[in-house]
């Protein structure tokens, strides 16, 4: 198991993806100092909320272009079938898979959660608020991006479909709001898809409860360390049993 | 050979001059720079900003301030459509309503239009964003106030703004609650000035030397009237 998830590692460095990811966290940093010191006023607001929310941006898109990609190449150079013909069981191999992308994650995320909390050393508790739901952001998003990739055969249309659940995760407790609020007869159009919505929210996460760049700013009012440590440990079980239950059925 | 290099080359003439025609209807066809970009509503800020108010209130809160400057171009505020302007500190204000950064904005910048009527949007919103947290935010009050008498010169408006500073609760300066006390006294309305200066020492215990101080030479000095008994007293004990 600990070989797989070394092996994912190596592959990011061959990838150079953590060159790549600090290289452009780094710029955006210097793009947030830069706009936040024109702000007529709170210029340290500015520039935390600025290198938060870029940073997240970034190592998000960072991570599941690299899992997809990732996932596809193994397939395409025969590299899973390679390590299916050792003594490993599927599921430990798709488990390995996660805890390999998950290092990785934690690697990028903790070093960057690092330079933002010195920026936000005045918050020091919503700094460690922020970190660690970003983790958990991190962690739930490769567990997806690797179902996902597993799936499709198609590593573009992975990245396509992960942005698509990242966003809506991001989005859901807005449409939760506008279904709540929602006027319209139970049969209508919109009220079927109120309803298919609805029946949605069930199976996405509620990303949007994570990594508030507000906590930075402000300290973690509001914000449910038990919640989103919860939506984690509830969310990626089920996305590792999906891929299991997928896995095992395919045929090499 | 030539037939073949006509077969190719006068199609090409053909999709040069077609692209030349194309371009002569559209070259007058450019993007709308407006000064001020479309207000979004609060439904679609709140969806836009995927979960991080904080992060998109920033952005766009910097692309406000930014706005008509943009482009290579730089323009006056008279030129600002101060109705639109007023929206988007709302529903700046609907993503993150503790930052004093739209306040400032709109009182520091937006408040420095050419066009002096414009300023009462801007010091209609301070007022609406200091009642929504008084205790925190009846500085910009004080600064609707003095755009009020300033800028917009309506001394009245000015007047009543200040007045809603005397009842704020909270620790907030006293000079903040003497201000419409200053206001009336430049108006003429020494009497009422008084009276302010009368409710304060009543409802304020153990006011600091400089405070008193203050006090008893506003009265003496500036408004040149008879110095309140209470005052008087409390001055005497003081020093």
Redesign the interface.
């Known amino acids: 198991m600990l070989t797989t998830t070394r092996y994912i590692l190596l592959t990011a460095i061959r990838d150079r993806l953590f060159i790549a990811l600090f290289a452009a966290i780094f710029l955006s940093f210097g793009i947030s100092v830069f706009?936040?010191g024109?702000?007529?006023?709170?210029q340290n607001?500015?520039i935390i909320?600025?290198t938060?929310?870029?940073s997240?941006l970034i190592m998000v898109i960072g991570f599941i272009v690299f899992v997809c990609f990732h996932v596809r190449r193994a397939f395409d150079n025969r590299e899973i079938e390679l390590i299916l013909s050792r003594p490993i069981s599927r599921h430990a191999f798709i488990f390995s898979y996660w805890l390999g992308f998950a290092a990785l994650t934690a690697l990028i995320v903790l070093p960057v959660a690092m330079v933002i909390g010195f920026l936000a050393r005045l918050q020091i508790s919503g700094t460690l608020y922020f970190a660690a739901s970003l983790l958990c952001e991190s962690f739930i998003i490769v567990a997806f991006a690797l179902f996902i990739s597993l799936i499709l055969k198609s590593a573009v249309g992975a990245v396509l479909a992960c942005f698509g659940f990242y966003?809506l995760s991001?989005?859901m407790?807005?449409f939760l709001?506008?279904i709540e609020n929602s006027h319209y007869a139970a049969v209508s159009l919109n009220g079927l898809l109120d309803k298919l919505l609805y029946a949605l929210s069930i199976f996405a996460p509620r990303?949007?409860?994570?990594?508030?760049?507000?906590w930075?700013?402000?300290g973690p009012e509001g914000a449910h360390l038990h919640f989103f440590l919860l939506q984690t440990l509830a969310y990626i079980p089920f996305l590792l049993l999906l891929t299991i239950a997928d896995f095992r059925n395919k045929q090499f | 050979m030539a037939a073949n290099r006509l077969l190719i080359n006068l199609p090409l003439i053909l999709a040069v001059f077609l692209q030349a025609a194309l371009w002569y209807s559209s070259r007058h066809i450019k993007p709308d720079l407006a000064i001020l970009p479309e207000v979004p509503g609060k439904?679609e800020v709140?969806?836009l900003a995927?979960?991080?108010?904080?992060?998109?209130?920033?952005?766009l809160?910097?692309r406000l301030?930014?706005s008509g400057d943009t482009f290579g171009r730089s323009t006056p505020f008279k030129d600002y459509d101060y109705v639109k302007l007023a929206e988007w500190f709302r529903v700046l204000d609907s993503l993150?309503g503790?930052?004093?950064?739209i306040p400032?904005?709109a009182a520091?910048?937006f408040s420095l239009t050419q066009r002096h009527s414009d300023t009462i949007y801007v010091i209609n919103y301070l007022q609406e964003t200091a009642a929504k947290d008084p205790e925190r935010k009846w500085w910009w009050l004080v600064q609707a106030s003095i755009i009020a008498k300033y800028k917009l010169g309506d001394k009245n408006l000015a007047l009543k703004i200040a007045k809603k500073l005397e009842n704020i609760p909270g620790d907030i300066p006293l000079w903040a609650r003497q201000l419409p006390a200053f206001y009336l006294a430049d108006m003429g309305e020494k009497e009422q000035a008084i009276i302010i200066i009368r409710d304060l020492l009543k409802n304020y215990k153990n006011l600091p030397p400089d405070e008193l101080n203050f006090m008893y030479y506003f009265v003496k000095d500036r408004l040149k009237m008879i110095i309140p008994e209470e005052l008087q007293n409390a001055h005497r004990e003081e020093r």
């Open positions: 706009m936040g024109t702000a007529v006023s709170e607001q500015m909320s600025y938060a929310g870029s997240r966003f991001r989005m407790g807005f709001v506008l990303l949007d409860q994570f990594a508030q760049s507000k930075l700013v402000y | 439904y709140k969806a995927l979960g991080d108010d904080e992060f998109y209130f920033r952005a809160g910097n301030q930014m993150d503790k930052s004093n950064y400032s904005l520091y910048y």
